[in-house]
């Protein structure tokens, strides 16, 4: 549970980095994303209704769970 929280808190702190940047670019951005990242970045997705991200890539990350 500990680790749960410890996410979410990741995921918040990640939006509130680049929030600011989105708001600079009324045009929209790009997210790239490597391993973990891709996952906080996906997570800050589900959450941020606001967001202006145009594209979202994700790299090596467990999108579906890791396994081994």
């Known amino acids: 549970f500990r ?3 410890e996410y979410i808190n990741e995921v918040q702190g990640f939006r509130e ?8 670019a009324p045009q929209g951005v ?6 973990q990242g891709g996952l906080v970045c996906r997570a800050l997705l589900s959450v941020m209704d606001e967001h202006n991200v145009d594209s ?9 769970g890791q396994y081994g």
Request: aromatic letters at 8%; one cysteine or more.
């Open 56 to 64: 979202f890539i994700s790299l090596s990350s467990p999108q579906m």
């Open 17 to 24: 980095a680049v929030a600011p940047i989105m708001a600079k």
């Open 30 to 35: 790009h997210l790239i994303c490597y391993s």
């Open 3 to 5: 680790h749960l929280l």
